[in-house]
């Protein structure tokens, strides 16, 4: 059974302060672990896909890396207005899924002016 | 791209009606639809999988004749909670996985309804 575990469950920057999320996971074979932001009230916003360990994507001031074990979301300079909920889900590659995602519970971030 | 809308955004019912809600994908064509429920401060907890044109297959412990799921199309599916109780209240969450194109999950907007 795939399992995803994330840390720290909620984190409080100040502005300007840079920070790592972590999402380790375990799976029967990775076929993608994807990263993403949720307001309060809304759906979840897609943010990143990772495929293999080694691989890192930007977007603005976050960066997700991958690992065989685990993901991290690295924050630079956070602003306010990155303050959200970030989950991470894995996919994995049983035979006959609908290839459906595993969520974690979520790291709930505020970024203090 | 990849844009999920969801229909209505928030409903208010009397226990014992039935209420639907609609996942459109206005973009792009998705072969295959997610239904989440999210309870307060929690993650999201998968439902039921829905493909264009079949059956869904639900989660274990989701009641198939409560949570009525239809893919009618490429990009529609909707969801009717029937017979709604006050446990029924929560955000309800569609997904659609963009067909061809790796494996994202792209997410409506959510759906909250409350059940008096």
């Known amino acids: 059974e795939d399992q995803v575990t994330q840390s720290p469950e909620a984190l409080r920057l100040q502005e300007g302060e840079s920070s790592s999320l972590n999402c380790s996971y375990t799976?029967?074979?990775?076929?993608?672990l994807f990263w993403y932001r949720q307001d309060p009230g809304k759906g979840p916003e897609f943010l990143f896909t990772?495929?293999?360990a080694g691989e890192e994507k930007e977007k603005e001031r976050l960066k997700a890396t991958l690992t065989k074990k685990e993901s991290f979301l690295h924050i630079t300079a956070p602003k306010p207005e990155d303050s959200a909920t970030y989950l991470c889900?894995?996919?994995?590659?049983?035979?006959?899924?609908?290839?459906?995602?595993?969520f974690g519970s979520g790291t709930q971030l505020t970024v203090l002016p | 791209g990849a844009v999920v809308s969801q229909h209505p955004s928030w409903v208010i019912c009397k226990s014992g009606t039935s209420v639907k809600i609609e996942c459109r994908s206005l973009?792009?064509?998705?072969?295959?639809m997610f239904w989440y429920r999210q309870f307060p401060k929690q993650s999201l907890m998968l439902m039921a999988t829905?493909?264009?044109?079949?059956?869904?297959?639900?989660e274990q412990g989701v009641e198939k004749d409560k949570f009525l799921i239809n893919h009618a199309s490429l990009t529609l599916s909707t969801l009717t909670v029937t017979s709604a109780h006050p446990e029924d209240s929560s955000f309800y969450i569609c997904?659609?996985?963009?067909?061809?194109?790796?494996?994202?999950?792209?997410f409506g907007p959510g759906t909250r309804l409350l059940v008096l």
């Open positions: 997904s659609a996985r963009v067909f061809g194109l790796q494996e994202t999950q792209y």
């Open positions: 799976v029967s074979g990775l076929r993608g």
């Open positions: 990772l495929y293999s």
């Open positions: 889900a894995v996919q994995s590659r049983p035979v006959g899924s609908a290839r459906q995602l595993t």
């Open positions: 973009d792009f064509q998705a072969t295959t």
């Open positions: 829905s493909n264009e044109g079949s059956k869904a297959t639900y």
